[in-house]
Nanobody, 127 residues
Framework: VQLQASGGGLVHAGDSLRLSCVASGRSFSNNVIGWFRQAPGKERELVAV????????MYGASVKGRFMISRDNAKNTLYLQMNNLKPEDTAVYYC?????????????????????WGQGTQVTVSS
């Protein structure tokens, strides 16, 4: 099983980017899957997650209203649309997938429940 993230880059504040994460080796259409990020000197944090077959979504407080997570089950691909980017969004972004299909909100934030991780894609936002 592999997760391949792409779409990062260098942008200006206020710009938009869309990250993609292609899963190969199995389908995650009914699983918990999401995006995390890690900025230099900081711990990795949840950005957004789809909590299983119901497709309920949840977002980190700092990105809510600006980012949108979605998935295309036919393409086995996860997306993160990032709008109105800010310098504080600068980080390496990782996609992650769990073997679980149902988690409560507090569990979704726990990195331990994610079994597969992509290699990360760098997003840099200049002011």
């Amino acid at each position: 099983v592999q997760l391949q993230a792409s779409g990062g880059g260098l942008v200006h504040a206020g710009d938009s980017l869309r990250l993609s994460c292609v899963a190969s080796g199995r389908s995650f259409s009914n699983n918990v899957i999401g995006w995390f990020r890690q900025a230099p000197g900081k711990e990795r944090e949840l950005v957004a997650v789809i909590r299983g077959p119901s497709s309920l979504t949840m977002y980190g407080a700092s990105v809510k209203g600006r980012f949108m997570i979605s998935r295309d089950n036919a393409k086995n691909t996860l997306y993160l649309q990032m709008n109105n980017l800010k310098p504080e969004d600068t980080a390496v972004y990782y996609c992650a997938a769990s073997d679980r299909q149902h988690v409560i909100v507090s569990q979704a934030r726990d990195e331990e429940i994610y079994d597969y991780w992509g290699q990360g894609t760098q997003v840099t936002v200049s002011s």
